[in-house]
């Protein structure tokens, strides 16, 4: 089993079934990493009379679990010639390694259980991804857009995108030369952003990827105050609170007040997606715990 370099496979080529959850409306607890959110399912299903691609798929996830305790990301291909299937995972970058495991080792079965034996397939859990494709896939941009929500609430008064704008800023470079590498957590001015890159781009191209992310929400989302895009190898979310910062015990509110409007993209037979609620919420109890940490320790 070797690694491949570039994954840029969407789940393309083939026609997709897509299921995007619901919004959760209670604050995300650790157990919470592993809630189901996303599907992506190939209609087209293995022609394997001698067992080699269920085989070769068994294989490729058994690797990607095991390096799951070790790592937030990894890619493998599993077989060889026109039997290889190429397959990566990735998890938040603010997951630490017990719960990335934790939450990849949940989705093949899923997978398994919610898209039966095809030729390509994405699960998206709140904390992790995992995907793979059989060789011969077309490839896509990096930046094809994929999926988008944009809050219902507009912005009211002056100053939200001042603000906002100062706040992709930093995510971008944040991206580009953070700590954690390709993934970025912040807040400006009550502005809370976050961004994250697929694992196998460099530093510039991340922050291109995120650049093009941040131009494209700014075009569709407008002066809503909270938004999310995916990009084929990137994404990014935002949320502004113009009355401060809510308190953790009304953060469950935030879910159950948000009505969005959703538009899904499926690039040429690929689809990605990820339910806004359940990234968001997450996103707003991380900042909450690196606050909190300043007062009581927390790492």
Request: proline share 2%; hydrophobic share 35%.
């Amino acid at each position: 089993m070797g690694l491949f370099r570039k994954p840029s496979f969407l789940l393309s080529n083939t026609v997709f079934f897509i299921t995007v959850y619901g919004f959760l409306v209670t604050v995300i607890s650790a157990a919470d990493y592993t809630t189901l959110v996303f599907k992506g399912c190939a209609d087209q299903r293995f022609q394997d009379p001698s067992g080699i691609y269920a085989q070769n798929l068994k294989n490729l996830s058994d690797s990607l679990v095991s390096q799951s305790s070790q790592k937030i990301y990894f890619t493998a291909t599993s077989g060889d010639g026109q039997n290889a299937i190429m397959g990566l995972y990735q998890c938040r970058g603010d997951l630490s390694n017990d719960l990335c495991h934790a939450c990849v080792t949940k989705v093949p079965d899923l997978i398994d259980k919610l898209c039966g034996k095809v030729v390509a397939a994405r699960v998206q859990l709140s904390g992790c991804y995992l995907k793979y494709e059989v060789a011969g896939f077309k490839q896509v941009s990096e930046t094809e857009l994929l999926y988008k929500v944009c809050g219902s609430t507009k912005a009211s008064g002056t100053g939200f995108e001042e603000r906002r704008d100062a706040a992709f800023e930093t995510m971008v470079d944040g991206v580009k030369n953070g700590s954690k590498g390709l993934f970025y957590t912040g807040e400006n001015q009550s502005v809370f952003v976050l961004g994250q890159c697929e694992g196998d781009l460099s530093s510039g191209d991340c922050g291109d990827c995120v650049n093009t992310a941040v131009q494209s929400v700014k075009s569709e989302c407008g002066d809503s105050i909270s938004g999310q895009l995916y990009l084929n190898k990137c994404y990014l979310s935002y949320s502004y609170y113009p009355n401060g910062v809510p308190s953790i015990s009304s953060t469950s509110d935030v879910g159950a007040r948000q009505h969005t409007q959703r538009t899904v993209a499926i690039a040429v037979g690929g689809v990605a997606a990820l339910g806004f609620g359940v990234v968001c919420l997450m996103f707003v109890r991380s900042i909450f715990k690196k606050r909190l940490g300043k007062h009581e320790g927390w790492n």
